[in-house]
Nanobody
Framework: QLQLVESGGGLVQPGGSLRLSCVASGFTLGYYSIAWFRQAPGKEREGVSCVSRADASTHYADSVKGRFAISRDNAKNTAYLQMTSLKPEDTAVYYC???????????????????WGQGTQVTVSS
């Protein structure tokens, strides 16, 4: 079965940190560029960060730049999103997604992505 499984979400206080993991099964994650998306209640899904398959170059949305770091470990078939200095507005369900369509990060159109995880809840609150 081809799937992505996220983990690492939870409740954290403002200013805190979390690390999300995204494990692929049934396919080789190294052949894909990977993105993290998030969706808050009542809002559209938005792209947060991407790491390319070609050279692990990265891209970040302005709202998370300098606070989040995306990485990948192809040997473990896993991608990560390290989140620091978390804010209440970061509260959302976070999804990882994989696309074979591009060697490099080329946007966050949801239709570009072939595989999606089920999501993990991140809540930032005091």
């Amino acid at each position: 079965q081809l799937q992505l499984v996220e983990s690492g979400g939870g409740l954290v206080q403002p200013g805190g940190s979390l690390r999300l993991s995204c494990v692929a099964s049934g396919f080789t994650l190294g052949y894909y560029s990977i993105a993290w998306f998030r969706q808050a209640p009542g809002k559209e899904r938005e792209g947060v960060s991407c790491v390319s398959r070609a050279d692990a170059s990265t891209h970040y949305a302005d709202s998370v730049k300098g606070r989040f770091a995306i990485s990948r470990d192809n040997a473990k078939n896993t991608a990560y999103l390290q989140m620091t200095s978390l804010k209440p507005e970061d509260t959302a369900v976070y999804y990882c997604a994989a696309t074979a369509a591009s060697d490099y990060c080329s946007g966050y159109g949801v239709h570009q992505y072939d595989y999606w995880g089920q999501g993990t809840q991140v809540t930032v609150s005091s």
